[in-house]
């Protein structure tokens, strides 16, 4: 089996390279796609576990994406069969085996892969909502994406999807309110009941040593080692971000460090032009993690939301303390309560005591007027009679976290949580049973969740109007064929039932879906 460090860096405006290498043609010359960082979408994430990636000294997987530069020897197809015979034709090669374009010259490889999404469903229950958006459902969605290396330390990556969607209900009650699709964009309105949207990601990386990787672009990160995160997700829409991560003392303390821009879907005071851009805020990330034995990482972390806009004086000046690498000091310099900053630390950790089996948590501690607070313990069992995972999870967050007196100094990314979801003041079971055999894949998920009453939008401010308390329960059961490991090609079906008791309404939302569809980024549905 072929052993490789994946490589890959990203750049925001593809069409360039889009358009050079689909003018390559289908050239095949047995390069594996060179990625900069480990895909973060669940069948990735599995197969990384199950191959002890996170065992490595270097491999510190508290926070994703992570990048490959510090992994020995891994290939993530290896858990999918693959059929590598040379006899095979190109067309069968193509669809079941490789990229669709590969293009390998001296100091320049890349690969380009189709993004795509057809899907479709149908609602068998909507008790409890309005009359409205029709079956059938469906999501049409049409992309690319390519990655490559320049030279021996210059990555890129780039990928663009246009999608409409006909949600479920639930789901289109959530557009409605917050005029963005879970974890992507802003949405205008298709056909009837439908929605168009779009979705960019890009960054450029460059790796000038084993120990140093820069970066740069419009991408998301994952803090945690479970299916959910208190302190940082994949949950909002991508965001501009600026980055470096230290590898030192062998592998065994990493540092990164990165600067992102956020926004609301607040606009600025309208001037000339006809159309005003949003309020932005700036928002730093330190993330400290070391790992004493290889079955242990405990990480440090810490986030300052900067105000980049003040009523009354329009933008502010940029503040190069965001830039400050030393975890926690701009906490003990300004606090957990300025008003001009929003701060949150945290705790993350996971311990694999016996072979297949981790134990994980974390530790929230923010401040939104008053001290507020949040926890998650978890168990992941792997690889169980080969092929079998199994996840037990508990999230927990007070009322009011994530929040503050400024409205724009929210953890928050383009109308969504930077963390769960379902924003705070909730208690959360998820259990989830996955099976992967060959190109064989299945999942069972359920999640129980009971939302208090008060604030739990971290939209609001303290001074907003109570939510009402609600119990939340998810199920969703999913089977998929996978053609092709290098882009994840699968055919799909599922069944998906959620259902909220509140003394106000009571509401069910059933739905049966299938299609065919590549690899796409993680989006959170289960809340």
Same mark, same amino acid.
């Given at each position: 089996m072929l052993k490789r460090q994946k490589k890959n860096l990203s750049e925001p405006s593809g069409f360039a390279l889009y358009a050079w290498v689909f003018g390559m043609g289908l050239i095949s010359t047995g390069l594996s796609a060179q990625e900069f960082i480990l895909p973060m979408d669940d069948i990735s994430r599995m197969q990384m576990v199950r191959e002890d990636v996170h065992r490595q000294t270097a491999v510190h997987s508290g926070m994703q994406p992570v990048y490959t530069g510090f992994i020995e020897d891994f290939d993530p197809d290896a858990a999918v069969h693959r059929d590598t015979s040379a006899a095979r034709s190109l067309v069968h090669r193509k669809i079941f085996e490789e990229h669709l374009v590969i293009a390998d010259k001296p100091g320049l490889r890349f690969v380009f892969d189709p993004?795509? !999404?057809?899907?479709? %469903?149908?609602?068998?229950?909507?008790?409890?909502?309005?009359?409205? !958006?029709?079956?059938?459902l469906y999501v049409?969605?049409? #992309?690319?994406?390519?990655? #490559?290396?320049?030279?021996?330390?210059?990555?890129?990556?780039?990928?663009?999807?246009?999608?409409?969607?006909?949600?479920?209900?639930?789901?289109?009650?959530?557009?409605? !309110?917050?005029?963005?699709?879970? %974890?992507? #964009?802003r949405v205008k309105p298709f056909g009837e009941g439908g929605y168009d949207f779009s979705m960019a990601s890009g960054f450029v990386g460059f790796n000038p040593a084993k120990w140093l990787t820069v970066q740069a672009g419009h991408f998301k990160h994952f803090l945690g080692h479970g299916s959910r995160s208190l302190l940082l997700s994949d949950n909002a829409f991508n965001y501009p971000f600026a980055g470096y991560t230290l590898s030192l003392w062998g592998g065994k303390v990493q540092l990164r460090n990165n600067v992102a821009l956020m926004q609301s879907l607040e606009r600025l005071p309208l001037g000339d032009a006809p159309e005003s851009l949003f309020k932005r805020k700036?928002?730093?990330? !330190?993330?400290?993690?070391?790992?004493?034995?290889?079955?242990?990482?405990? #990480?440090?972390?810490?986030?300052?939301?900067?105000?980049?806009?003040?009523?009354?004086s329009g933008n502010t000046p940029f503040d190069y303390s965001a830039l400050n690498p030393l975890i926690f000091t701009n906490t003990l310099r300004f606090g957990l309560d300025d008003p001009n900053r929003n701060a949150m630390v945290g705790v993350n950790a996971a311990w694999q005591p016996v072979d297949k089996l981790r134990l994980y948590g974390q530790y929230m501690r923010d401040r939104g007027g008053n001290a507020k607070g949040g926890f998650q313990a978890g168990v992941h069992a792997y690889g169980l009679a080969k092929y079998f995972d199994v996840r037990l999870e508990y999230n927990q967050a007070e009322e009011g976290s994530y929040a503050a007196a400024n409205a724009l100094q929210g953890f928050t990314h383009l109308n969504q949580p930077l963390a769960h979801p379902l924003g705070s003041g909730f208690r959360e079971v998820l259990g989830a049973v996955t099976f992967l055999r060959k190109r064989w894949y299945a999942r069972a998920e359920w999640v129980s969740a009971d939302l208090t009453a008060g604030l739990r939008d971290p939209l609001l401010t303290p001074e907003a109007g109570a939510a009402e308390?609600?119990?939340?329960f998810y199920q969703d059961y999913r089977v998929a064929y996978i053609f092709n490991p290098r882009n994840q090609m699968q055919v799909f079906a599922g069944f998906t039932d959620r259902s909220t008791e509140a003394d106000a309404v009571n509401t069910r939302n059933a739905f049966w879906y299938f299609g065919l569809k590549t690899r796409l980024p993680r989006t959170y549905r289960n809340f």
């Open positions: 993004i795509f !999404n057809f899907s479709g %469903g149908e609602e068998l229950r909507r008790n409890g909502f309005p009359e409205g !958006n029709p079956n059938p049409n969605t049409r #992309g690319f994406a390519v990655s #490559g290396k320049v030279g021996d330390a210059v990555y890129v990556y780039t990928d663009f999807t246009e999608n409409q969607a006909r949600f479920p209900v639930y789901l289109t009650d959530f557009v409605q !309110n917050y005029n963005v699709v879970p %974890g992507m #964009g700036r928002v730093s990330f !330190n993330y400290l993690s070391i790992k004493p034995v290889k079955s242990l990482e405990i #990480g440090f972390y810490e986030a300052v939301m900067w105000r980049a806009f003040r009523e009354g308390a609600m119990r939340v």
